[in-house]
């Protein structure tokens, strides 16, 4: 057992060593983006399924709330949180479509949409994007393995280079926690 923990941490420090090499520019994209679009009184939309409706939450709450700093909150939402909506929808539209119908009623032009999904292929996630296009507003996927057909519609995407979910999950909340840190940055000066 011990040999197959030490497995798994070296496996998930592997992925991010391959994130250090290959991935900080689009880190560092992705959060001059969200800092432009709180800049200018938009705010994060964040959506996935599962584990990554947890990350969603996860990283609303550092932006509302704090991650290091006591500072003013800044604009950020899950869209995963409101069981009424979501069942609602999910009976009256399809469940391709919770997230899409939220965007339409909540979305602005100056927000950001960050659709997680360790496959790239949740089609919720999708029909959201196609909606913040649809609206102007700016998409980034957080995604996995080869990023699915997230990535041929995101403006910009980061793909976790792994094919195992638990790695990717983990790497998913580790760029969370970085952008939270640079953007919390960028409003604590």
Not at 148 to 177: M, W
């Amino acid at each position: 057992m011990r040999d197959r923990i030490k497995d798994i941490l070296l496996e998930s420090i592997q992925v991010k060593e391959e994130l250090l090499r290959s991935s900080v520019g689009i880190i560092k994209e992705i959060s001059d983006i969200m800092i432009d679009s709180l800049k200018k009184n938009g705010k994060v939309i964040l959506f996935g399924n599962g584990g990554s409706a947890s990350d969603s939450q996860h990283i609303a709450a550092e932006l509302v709330g704090r991650f290091k700093r006591d500072r003013n909150g800044l604009a950020a939402i899950a869209l995963t949180t409101n069981t009424s909506i979501l069942t609602a929808v999910a009976n009256d539209y399809g469940y391709e479509q919770v997230f899409a119908k939220q965007i339409e009623a909540l979305g602005c032009r100056n927000d950001i949409a960050i659709g997680i999904s360790t496959s790239g292929k949740a089609k919720n996630v999708l029909a959201g994007f196609k909606q913040a296009k649809k609206m102007g507003i700016k998409t980034v996927a957080l995604t996995g393995a080869d990023g699915g057909e997230l990535v041929k519609i995101a403006d910009v995407a980061l793909v976790v280079p792994s094919s195992i979910t638990a790695r990717i999950q983990e790497s998913h909340i580790t760029i969370g926690h970085i952008i939270c840190e640079l953007v919390e940055q960028a409003f604590s000066q």
